[in-house]
Every structure is written in structure tokens, then in C-alpha cells.
């Protein structure tokens, strides 16, 4: 997988967290808040809420001060908004407990609210440039192909850690950017319904090519459709609730006209339960 780099360094994109530039106005927190943001989000709709979000707390003891309310109306639509909740409790503890800088050592990272093996080695590599295998969904698929020969990977394991690592460069510096360069591969050109393999750096020695791209099975697991979701009726609340921050909505007010009143009193709960959202016994607000 020797031409992942020089293919990454000829045909990367140019992303915010990857220009120098941002490392040094906003350092690992700005990595951070950019991996939590990408977490099943495009990257085009992350780009202007990660801005947005640096320019008003472009540390993490100032979000640390932020109140929950402030917090779930800056996410806006970026949805999954219990990822706010999880950083902004990740900045308190990195406040309390490192003194307002965003820990180095992956068993710190793991440590904070709402990181995992992905996110800590993100934030270790990209941010510090420490040498790990960083593996990604995009990665895994890359690496199911290449490596394995399958269509697809199977479920997320500790192998594609171990299968990462065997492959990384010596070099630290050079294993940064082939970590960096198999996520781009995954992103962009390794997809995972239409792959481009005429495109492809590793072409010449992908195993799943050179066996005709045969269909092997799909064992990830499905995600539920939006359209009539639960997930569905938890964001219609939620931009209500912004929509009228900080006053509070009555709750026999609170999406009155949904078609199926038991999903959105069943969203109105979980939004409490997770949170995000409060009640006094007759009204709806976000959290003070």
C-alpha cells in the first residue's frame, strides 16, 4: 500500500483541519471538535457549524463555561445532538483535569466523555502527530478490499486496529499521512457503492480487484430510514425548541399536529431523559 502517501499529497482535499493554519490558531482542541462534528455527518454540512463553533468557544475552557442551552443551539442541525452534550462535557473535563489542554496520551483521550478508540487516535495523530493506526469506516473498507478481498467490511473489531498497524510506515511523520491517506481513499474513491478502481493507487495490488469484485456479503448493520423515524421526531423538537430559545414552549403545544402523537411523545421523553431538553410539568424548553 507503498503509494498511498504520494497519491494523498497529489489529490487530498483541502479541508480546514488539514491546513497548518488551523493547527495553529485552534491545536488539538480544533481536531477534536472537528472528529466529533464528522461523526456520521459529510463533511459539507460540518465545515461552516465547525467555524461557527471555533469562533465562539475556540477553547475548551470557554466552552466549558457555555451553558447546555447555548450548546444544543449552536449544533443547530447538524444532528445525533447528543454528540454536543458529549463535548461539551468533554471540555469541562479537559479543563478540570488537564488544565485546559486537550490531552496527548490515547488512555486520556479514551478517558473523556463521548471518545473512543477512533476519536482518542484522531486527536493522537492528526493533532500531535503521534504514531497509531486510525481506522475509520472508510478505512475499514479500504482494507476489507485491499487486504482481504471482501466488497465490504464486516463489523467494526479490534482486528482492523492490528490489520492497520501492521501496514504503517516507520516513519511517524509518513504514518500520519498514511493513516490520513486511507481515510481520504475510503472517502472518495474506495466508496461504498460505487467505487472508483480506475482511480485507484493501490489498483495493482487490491485483493477484492484482482478477484473480479465479487459480491462477499454485506454484515454491516443497517440504519433505520430518517423518513418516519423516531430520530425524525426528536429533531422536529429540538428545532422547535431552538426556534424559541429561551422561552419555553407549552407542551400541549409541542408539535400538536405530528401524525403519530405517540412517536413524538415518546421523542419529547427521550430528549429529556438524554438531556437535551427540560419540562416543569406544563412546558418545554431547552436545558438552563
Known sequence: MSPLPTWYRATARDLPW??????????????LVSEFMLQQTPVTRVIPHLEAW????????????????????????LGYPRRALWLHRAAVEITERHGGIVPREVDALLALSGIGDYTARAVAVFAYGDRHPVVDTNTRRVLARAIEGRA????????????????????????????????????????SRAPRCELCPLAGSCAWLAAGRPDTGDERRRQAAYEGSDRQARGAVLKLLRSIDPD?????????????????????????????????GASLFLPR
Open 152 to 191: 465490504q467490511p464486516g463489523p467494526p473489531s479490534r482486528r482492523d486496529l492490528v490489520l492497520m498497524a501492521d501496514l504503517l510506515p516507520d516513519d511517524v511523520a509518513e504514518a500520519a499521512v498514511f493513516n490520513a491517506a486511507a481515510m481520504e481513499l475510503g472517502a472518495t474513491v474506495c466508496t
Open 54 to 77: 471555533l469562533e465562539r468557544w475556540p477553547t475548551p475552557s470557554e466552552m466549558a463555561t457555555a451553558s447546555t442551552a447555548d450548546v444544543v443551539q449552536q449544533w443547530a442541525n
Open 18 to 31: 488539514r491546513r497548518p493554519s488551523f493547527h495553529d490558531e485552534f491545536g488539538a482542541w480544533g481536531v
Open 248 to 280: 419555553a414552549v407549552p407542551l400541549d403545544a409541542v408539535l400538536p399536529d405530528w401524525p403519530d402523537p405517540g412517536q413524538r411523545d415518546r421523542a419529547i421523553d427521550s430528549l429529556i431523559a438524554d438531556g437535551l431538553a427540560e419540562a416543569d
